[in-house]
């Protein structure tokens, strides 16, 4: 079993910075690789970024791709993603994942991929 906890969100202005960290508990952190999607209102959930188990290794999508970042701290049993220059169309739920079949891989960027969601963190970003 995993726990996941986000926070972090916020309201930001365009052009602006905001940092998103999630916590996990239960199952060892570095046995698995962990993703972040969004979900705006009437929206399908979106992957936006995925890092491996040991953090070598991330993947993004291209909406967010030079401007997002995704890290984790395995000894904190932390993932973060800082997100900078912030548009209004990056306002969303974001939500924390864990993936355990595959924790060498960053590649997974289906939700269906995902066996442990956190609750979201939402993120608005003001024009």
């Known amino acids: 079993q995993v726990q996941l906890v986000e926070s972090g969100g916020g309201l930001v202005q365009a052009g602006g910075s905001l940092r998103v960290s999630c916590v996990a508990s239960?199952?060892?952190?570095?046995?698995?690789?962990t993703g972040w999607f969004r979900q705006a209102p009437g929206k399908e959930r979106e992957f936006v970024a995925a890092?491996?188990?040991?953090?070598?290794?991330?993947y993004y999508a291209d909406s967010v791709k030079g401007r997002f970042t995704n890290s984790r701290d395995n000894a904190k049993n932390r993932v973060y993603l800082q997100m900078n220059s912030l548009k209004p169309e990056d306002t969303a739920v974001y939500y924390c994942?864990?993936?355990?079949?595959?924790?060498?891989?960053?590649?997974?960027?289906?939700?269906?991929?995902?066996?442990?969601w956190g609750q979201g963190t939402q993120v608005t970003v003001s024009s």
């Open positions: 239960g199952r060892t952190f570095s046995s698995y690789a």
């Open positions: 994942a864990a993936e355990t079949d595959r924790p060498l891989y960053s590649g997974s960027r289906y939700t269906d991929q995902y066996d442990y």
């Open positions: 890092i491996n188990c040991g953090g070598r290794s991330t």
